[in-house]
């Protein structure tokens, strides 16, 4: 089992900047690659990023491509999202999940409860 925190959501001004954190506890870290999803109001939950176990490699969904960054830190059992030139579409509620190195959803084993990212326009 791996238990997942996720922080750092909260209401921002069009092209602020947030960082959202996941914390995770229970079986190794290390061993998963990690994925930040996100799902708005009346949408399914889709993909946001994704990072391998070392974090030598990450991909995103094209729509955060040059604005977002998905990172970790093995040591502390964390990754984050940093999140820059934020808009409305961005408006959602984010989770972090672990699992393999992919855009699917099924392919992620465990999953936090999410934190709110509401962008004011």
């Known amino acids: 089992q791996v238990q997942l925190v996720e922080s750092g959501g909260g209401l921002v001004q069009a092209g602020g900047s947030l960082r959202l954190s996941c914390a995770a506890s229970?079986?190794?870290?290390?061993?998963?690659?990690m994925g930040w999803f996100r799902q708005a109001p009346g949408k399914e939950r889709e993909f946001v990023a994704t990072?391998?176990?070392?974090?030598?490699?990450?991909d995103y969904t094209d729509s955060v491509k040059g604005r977002f960054a998905i990172s970790r830190d093995n040591a502390k059992n964390t990754v984050y999202l940093q999140m820059n030139s934020l808009n409305s579409e961005d408006t959602a509620v984010y989770y972090c999940?672990?699992?393999?190195?992919?855009?699917?959803?099924?392919?992620?084993?465990?999953w936090g409860q999410g934190t709110q990212v509401t962008v004011s326009s």
């Open positions: 999940a672990a699992g393999s190195y992919t855009s699917t959803l099924p392919n992620y084993d465990y």
């Open positions: 229970g079986r190794t870290f290390s061993g998963y690659c």
């Open positions: 990072i391998s176990r070392t974090g030598g490699r990450t």
